[in-house]
């Protein structure tokens, strides 16, 4: 505890965090939530590095005066209080003059509470320097004595009110910002007992005994427990729905990772070109964009013929006893990404030759189907790179499995793992060969 490392540790990280919402721009500190937000993070990085040992030696011993360190932090974790108190008012919502008038009385009580703890400080007399157990020490020291009672009145009371706002608001809240208020209690609770501890220790050096571990031993873990809860339940709301999106996203580009090899070379404009630092959200869009636009150049070589062809081979490969294999694949798919990230070119409204399906059970007709598809779509492909010169339709061709996006996670599969896809595409070849 003495080397202060549990309190630079966070302090650093809520400042690199600070740092990245600065790099958004002047126009982002324009939302409310944002700045906010934002002044979280740059008020509990103070706190936290203040409040490091060596940090109020080295305050302490730059100004030449004893304790100066004990506003600054005061200060700080003052601040800080206020810092959330106005990020719930404008998370919660409400008219806009309200939230305004709220946000004012925030900032006018702690402004006072701040001014009140240097003024305090500034009238008591403590020449004997303490790093760690201050609150207690001084505890019937006058006004050092009322100095740490206005912090922690002034703390105490933003957490009564945040524990009401929160409590009151999560009736009404489903979902992630339930999860975020559920998250901001428990973090309150935790500061609850680390307020507990400190009033209790103060009040044993009132009484005249000695219970000073509560103060300098329970108390820390349980401020910075309460810290890293709350910090969590205001950022779930904001950063769990992008998260989320990104890893489906993820899945989804990993999944249709063969048709994109499949199309990419085709052609692939500037915008389609995936770079190691996009997100994956941004990834899955270009690796779309990849994916249609090396379909449209596929599409005038579509032969319903090999599809035919394939789909037979598929049902007769699909065999009773292969039925279970149908299953597991159609399973090992499902649940994927459904929801397009790039709405792809229209199905043709002109007829396709579709294969029969009498007699076949549905499952084995669907993966047939979609293997006779990729067996088409790898033919076809063949011939583009070999005859590149191809006028390109202004409608997509009758691939129906790449209207839905689940079907063409399967296609994708079925490219990169079927036989009859890679007998297709060998056969493709040699026609092509011998047309030259």
Not at 108 to 117: E, L, S, T, W
Not at 316 to 332: D, K
């Amino acid at each position: 505890m003495d080397s202060g490392i549990v309190f630079y540790v966070p302090g650093v990280l809520l400042l690199l965090a600070a740092g990245l919402k600065l790099s958004a721009g002047p126009k982002a500190w324009r939302d409310s939530l944002i700045a906010s937000s934002g002044a979280i993070l740059l008020a509990g990085s103070s706190a936290c590095i203040l409040s490091a040992p060596p940090t109020i030696r080295f305050v302490n011993d730059t100004t030449g005066v004893a304790n100066f360190s004990a506003p600054l932090v005061y200060s700080g974790m003052t601040a800080l209080s206020a810092a959330y108190l106005i990020l719930m008012i404008n998370w919660k919502g409400g008219p806009p003059d309200a939230r305004r008038h709220a946000v004012r009385l925030v900032l006018a009580v702690y402004g006072m509470v701040i001014a009140g703890i240097w003024v305090l400080f500034a009238q008591a007399d403590v020449p004997v320097e303490r790093a760690q157990d201050l609150d207690t020490y001084y505890a019937a020291t006058p006004y050092m004595r009322e100095m740490i009672l206005l912090y922690m009145v002034a703390h105490t009371a933003a957490t009564i009110a945040l524990a009401v706002m929160s409590v009151s608001w999560l009736r009404e809240v489903h979902g992630v910002t339930r999860a975020g208020l559920v998250l901001l209690v428990v973090g309150l609770t935790f500061d609850v007992g680390y307020q507990v501890a400190k009033y209790t220790a103060m009040a044993a050096r009132w009484a005249g005994a000695d219970w000073d571990f509560l103060s300098t031993d329970v108390s820390p873990p349980l401020v910075m427990l309460a810290g890293i809860t709350c910090a969590c339940g205001f950022a779930i709301p904001r950063v769990g729905p992008p998260a989320v999106d990104n890893l489906r996203a993820w899945r989804r580009y990993r999944l249709l990772k063969p048709l994109w090899s499949e199309m990419r070379t085709l052609r692939a404009p500037a915008e389609g070109i995936i770079r190691w630092w996009d997100p994956p959200v941004v990834r899955l869009a270009r690796q779309e964009i990849a994916i249609w636009d090396g379909f449209l150049a596929c599409s005038p070589y579509l032969d319903d013929q090999v599809r035919t062809t394939a789909y037979t081979e598929a049902v007769a490969s699909y065999t009773p006893a292969c039925t279970s294999g149908v299953r597991t694949f159609l399973r090992s798919t499902a649940g994927v990404v459904t929801q397009p990230f790039r709405a792809g070119p229209q199905t043709p409204t002109t007829p396709t030759t579709t294969p029969a399906t009498d007699g076949v059970p549905e499952q084995v007709a669907h993966q047939a189907a979609l293997v006779a598809e990729a067996a088409m779509l790898a033919a076809a492909r063949v011939h583009v790179l070999r005859n590149g010169g191809a006028e390109v339709p202004a409608r997509a061709g009758a691939l129906q499995s790449l209207s839905r996006p689940q079907l063409m996670v399967r296609l994708s599969r079925a490219l990169s793992s079927s036989p009859i896809v890679a007998k297709a595409r060998h056969h493709a070849a040699v026609q092509a060969t011998r047309q030259e």
